[in-house]
């Protein structure tokens, strides 16, 4: 897991720890010690943590303007256990929100579980982005399989092109705006 790092081709865009709006901002990177792990096996320190056990991020991209942030995942999504949405949604995804944030792209190819509980703090961060929209963009097959058997996939948009965007070949605007035309399409604006 180790050998998993995040994204690093968009920070010459963005970096969370620049970003006086983020949750993350001022942190410091020790990319010498590994100290987060994840069942014992540590992870790349370029992770953040969100509260969980379980599950970490990076925020790659956020555009304040145009409200929408573009999140990698890596780890165990646990409901069921570890409450992993909640840490998610009180600790990053409220903080982003009152900056404007209301639509968010989530990168789950790293996720590489899911065990769910009920579909409450889902729903609650769906009601929360109103005219926005939350999009989880390849995700393993068995993950979203998992997701929609607790109702997960009536909050966050899954399927079609959402399943195998070749993300990193874009850039952050443009990743957006292809994400923010398949949303149009399916919401029929």
């Not at 943590?49 to 990698?72: M, N, Q, R, V, W």
């Not at 900056?99 to 968010?104: N, V």
């Not at 790293?110 to 939350?134: A, C, Q, T």
Request: charge should be negative; aromatic fraction near 18%; proline fraction near 2%.
């Amino acid at each position: 897991m180790h050998h998993i790092e995040p994204y690093y081709s968009w920070l010459k865009y963005y970096d969370s720890s620049d970003d006086e709006l983020s949750p993350f901002h001022g942190k410091d990177y020790n990319y010498e010690l590994y100290t987060d792990t994840i069942y014992g096996y540590y992870i790349d320190p370029a992770w953040d943590a969100i509260g969980s056990e379980t599950l970490y991020i990076k925020i790659l991209y956020a555009h304040y303007d145009e409200g929408f942030a573009i999140i990698e995942l890596i780890g165990e999504w646990n409901d069921a256990l570890h409450n992993d949405i909640m840490h998610l949604k009180r600790n990053i995804l409220e903080h982003m929100m009152l900056q404007g944030i209301d639509k968010f792209i989530l990168l789950g190819e790293n996720i590489l579980n899911f065990h769910g509980s009920d579909d409450s703090y889902y729903e609650e961060w769906f009601d929360d982005v109103e005219d926005g929209w939350i999009v989880g963009l390849n995700f393993r097959d068995f993950v979203t399989e998992e997701m929609q058997q607790f109702n997960i996939d009536s909050y966050i948009n899954f399927g079609g092109q959402f399943d195998t965007m070749d993300w990193r070949t874009f850039k952050p605007k443009t990743l957006y705006a292809k994400v923010a035309t398949q949303m149009q399409r399916r919401l029929g604006f």
